[in-house]
């Protein structure tokens, strides 16, 4: 029965927020459902505000304390400050809120507590200083912030594309309330992705800081974590840095590369929330050992060591709310103090000290009206607990019903189902793509049982020389043919349907080919392959199995077959070049040739234009002596002949000794001159010349 008490606890924690019956709201308790604020309130719009985080936790010896509750509440109204936020309460008083707070919720097992600084309702515009400061500090139950598994076996992380905001456009050493917006996103982002927390880089690149926490590294036995000038200064990372300097090791603070954390030994966050939780993987880099590391798990139990009191050395930063199986304050250091200062000071108490008054939980007060109805409350519970007459059939499977150990013909959808316990039994069938990876290396593929991973497929070609082949399948079985494949083929059935056929089938193809035909058909042979298992996997009956893809990646050849064929390569490589040398003569010489046709069409067509240019003006020439000649009347040539013995008779004046001859000539008469004289004969040739043109222009 406490067993079942136990673990309804246990997953009541998990899935829900573990309601409280307070919270302490500007100096009062409020029930939890009535702890309200109105819809205008100024931090809702604006987003100025401050908020801390602090812990507490059951020590070693069954007492309660708060860790570092004075570090926690100071870093809060610096916080304020830093925001420009007047906190109406001092540290001393937030202080003994949330410790009355622990008290009056009775969370003797630790919480974690949430005091938040923020703006209420009054005024709304940016400047923020005439809206009322209000404070509320809320604590409840709450496990380890990554999960159990996580403190356990590491998380996994992804280095967000996200930047932390700079300090330059924000307050970045506040725990503001406007500053988790950017956290915010990083985490969305990280977690759809399918990754645990995300990892913020400055404006510079280098690591900041988690979207909640601090980062550390251990390389070579050293741990490494980037120091706060662009980070939260943290409490948490502090105590961590003092007690592994107590163990022995060398802490360095620098900033750290993403390039660093792919290599490192070790990785770990540290906070308020995470505590000290180990990382086993970074962007899909397996870091160190993938587990947790020596050192984080030494770290990790010396944090929890110094929070649950079992190290006197940081027993001064503990709170205690209680004394053993008591609900009333311990006379711890912290509580000597302040009665010391109610004591000077006077109280309407009469200065006994911090006292709050007793108060039986409400359970206890109302036990005997109520305990038939909790009993049978509990009762049920515990029956539907153990036998789970219902399950949730989640989008991507189906169940399949047996019914006295038969399998029903029709599948369960997704959605919730009720069973008969021990008279039925659903099997959950996930109906998801799947892959079968052939390959001739074995590749991880950690905790996904959708990907199945076989050796590569080895082959005999056609002249019996050895190949492998790399490929991979996408298959999914088919949700209505569910429960007919698993009673037919059974759990294995990937083994007994996909597996074999794939084998046969890329056999017949690729055992149909030479080895050094392989690579330059590729594509013909995947094409064969695909097409081969497609129709032989869906022709079952009920078609079970339905292919998504088949994708050929690597076809493996023995190294003389590769050697072969490199060479082959190497001389059509070469025969190409030869082809494109004799290509890019013939093409020059067709170009020569055809600049030597050009040349000659062009003296051809000169030479015919020039022809035709004298042809012309022959025909010109003719056709204007016969105008000339049809033109010359009797009288006309009469006349012209007086006028050229008026010029011979000037000639025999200059040269009495010539004899002059006239010839006909056409339209101008040849003139003949006769001498022995040299000087004689020049002046006749001259004389001759001016006639000549004188007749000639005359007769024109």
């Known amino acids: 029965f406490l067993q079942i008490i136990y673990y309804l606890k246990i997953l009541d924690r998990i899935f829900t927020m573990t309601e409280a019956k307070y919270i302490w709201?500007?100096?009062?308790?409020?029930?939890?459902?009535?702890?309200?604020?109105?819809?205008?309130?100024?931090?809702?719009?604006?987003?100025?505000?401050?908020?801390?985080?602090?812990?507490?936790?059951?020590?070693?010896?069954?007492?309660?304390?708060?860790?570092?509750?004075?570090?926690?509440?100071?870093?809060?109204?610096?916080?304020?400050?830093?925001?420009?936020?007047?906190?109406?309460?001092?540290?001393?008083?937030?202080?003994?809120?949330?410790?009355?707070?622990?008290?009056?919720?009775?969370?003797?097992?630790?919480?974690?507590?949430?005091?938040?600084?923020?703006?209420?309702?009054?005024?709304?515009?940016?400047?923020?200083?005439?809206?009322?400061?209000?404070?509320?500090?809320?604590?409840?139950?709450?496990?380890?912030?990554?999960?159990?598994?996580?403190?356990?076996?590491?998380?996994?992380?992804?280095?967000?594309?996200?930047?932390?905001?700079?300090?330059?456009?924000?307050m970045g050493k506040a725990k503001a309330v406007a500053n988790y917006l950017n956290s915010q996103m990083a985490k969305f982002e990280a977690v759809e992705a399918g990754y645990d927390e995300a990892l913020l880089r400055d404006d510079q690149g280098y690591i900041a800081e988690a979207s909640g926490a601090c980062f550390f590294i251990v390389r070579d036995g050293k741990i490494i974590t980037p120091p706060?000038?662009?980070?939260?200064?943290?409490?948490?990372?502090?105590?961590?840095?003092?007690?592994?300097?107590?163990?022995?090791?060398?802490?360095?603070?620098?900033?750290?590369?993403?390039?660093?954390?792919?290599?490192?030994?070790?990785?770990?966050?540290?906070?308020?929330?995470?505590?000290?939780?180990?990382?086993?993987?970074?962007?899909?880099?397996?870091?160190?050992?993938?587990?947790?590391?020596?050192?984080?798990?030494?770290?990790?139990?010396?944090?929890?060591?110094?929070?649950?009191?079992?190290?006197?050395?940081?027993?001064?930063?503990?709170?205690?709310?209680?004394q053993k199986g008591k609900f009333m304050p311990i006379d711890n250091d912290y509580f000597k103090n302040r009665q010391q200062q109610n004591k000077g000071g006077g109280n309407s108490n009469g200065g006994g000290g911090y006292q709050p008054p007793f108060e039986p939980p409400e359970f206890f007060k109302n036990f005997g009206k109520k305990a038939g109805i909790i009993y049978g409350i509990i009762i049920v519970i515990a029956i539907l607990f153990l036998t789970k007459p219902f399950m949730t059939i989640e989008s991507g499977n189906v169940g399949i019903k047996q019914t006295?150990?038969?399998?029903?013909?029709?599948?369960?959808?997704?959605?919730?189902?009720?069973?008969?316990?021990?008279?039925?039994?659903?099997?959950?069938?996930?109906?998801?793509?799947?892959?079968?990876?052939?390959?001739?290396?074995?590749?991880?593929?950690?905790?996904?049982?959708?990907?199945?991973?076989?050796?590569?497929?080895?082959?005999?070609?056609?002249?019996?020389?050895?190949?492998?082949?790399?490929?991979t399948?996408?298959?999914?079985?088919?949700?209505?043919?569910?429960?007919?494949?698993?009673?037919?083929?059974?759990?294995?059935?990937?083994?007994?349907?996909?597996?074999?056929?794939?084998?046969?089938?890329?056999?017949?193809?690729?055992?149909?080919?030479?080895?050094?035909?392989?690579?330059?058909?590729?594509?013909?042979?995947?094409?064969?392959?695909?097409?081969?298992?497609?129709?032989q996997i869906e022709s079952l009956d009920g078609k079970p199995v339905s292919v998504e893809s088949v994708q050929l990646r690597e076809i493996v050849l023995p190294p003389k077959i590769k050697d072969q064929i490199e060479r082959v390569q190497i001389a059509n490589q070469e025969a190409q070049r030869v082809r494109y040398e004799v290509e890019r003569a013939k093409q020059e010489a067709e170009k020569k040739a055809a600049l030597a046709k050009g040349e000659a069409d062009k003296n051809r067509i000169e030479a015919q234009g020039r022809a035709d240019a004298v042809t012309i003006e022959a025909k010109a020439q003719a056709k204007a002596n016969e105008e000339i000649a049809a033109s010359l009347t009797p009288n006309l040539l009469r006349m012209q002949q007086i006028q050229v013995q008026g010029k011979f008779n000037e000639a025999l004046k200059e040269n009495k000794d010539a004899k002059i001859f006239l010839t006909p000539g056409g339209s101008t008469p040849n003139i003949w001159v006769d001498t022995k004289n040299r000087t004689r004969d020049t002046a006749i040739n001259q004389q001759e010349f001016l006639l000549l043109l004188i007749i000639q222009r005359k007769i024109k």
């Open 228 to 322: 706060n000038d662009n980070s939260l200064e943290s409490i948490t990372q502090a105590t961590v840095i003092d007690i592994a300097e107590d163990l022995g090791y060398e802490v360095i603070r620098r900033r750290i590369t993403r390039e660093e954390i792919y290599v490192a030994d070790e990785a770990f966050f540290t906070g308020t929330a995470v505590e000290v939780t180990p990382i086993r993987e970074v962007d899909c880099r397996v870091i160190g050992e993938g587990e947790r590391g020596p050192i984080t798990e030494a770290l990790q139990k010396a944090y929890f060591d110094v929070v649950q009191g079992k190290n006197e050395k940081y027993s001064k930063y503990l709170t205690y709310i209680n």
């Open 404 to 471: 006295l150990g038969k399998y029903e013909e029709n599948p369960l959808r997704p959605g919730f189902h009720f069973i008969l316990p021990g008279y039925q039994k659903v099997t959950v069938v996930d109906t998801k793509v799947r892959l079968m990876n052939y390959a001739s290396v074995e590749t991880s593929t950690g905790f996904d049982q959708s990907i199945r991973s076989n050796p590569a497929i080895n082959i005999l070609d056609a002249r019996g020389l050895p190949v492998s082949i790399e490929l």
């Open 25 to 170: 709201m500007d100096g009062k308790f409020v029930d939890w459902k009535d702890a309200k604020v109105h819809v205008l309130s100024h931090t809702l719009h604006y987003g100025n505000g401050a908020i801390e985080g602090t812990k507490a936790y059951k020590t070693h010896d069954g007492r309660c304390a708060i860790f570092k509750l004075n570090e926690h509440t100071k870093r809060l109204l610096n916080s304020a400050k830093m925001t420009l936020i007047d906190v109406p309460f001092s540290v001393e008083e937030l202080n003994d809120a949330q410790i009355e707070l622990l008290q009056k919720n009775e969370l003797f097992d630790g919480a974690y507590i949430r005091p938040l600084v923020y703006l209420g309702y009054g005024v709304m515009g940016l400047y923020h200083k005439d809206a009322p400061a209000q404070v509320s500090i809320s604590a409840w139950e709450w496990g380890a912030y990554l999960g159990e598994e996580g403190m356990k076996k590491g998380v996994r992380v992804k280095i967000s594309s996200m930047t932390r905001t700079p300090n330059t456009s924000g």
């Open 473 to 535: 399948v996408q298959y999914r079985l088919t949700a209505s043919g569910a429960p007919i494949t698993i009673a037919t083929w059974g759990p294995a059935w990937e083994d007994k349907i996909v597996n074999p056929v794939v084998r046969n089938i890329v056999r017949n193809v690729v055992g149909g080919f030479n080895a050094e035909e392989l690579p330059t058909r590729r594509n013909e042979i995947a094409t064969m392959i695909e097409n081969g298992i497609r129709t």
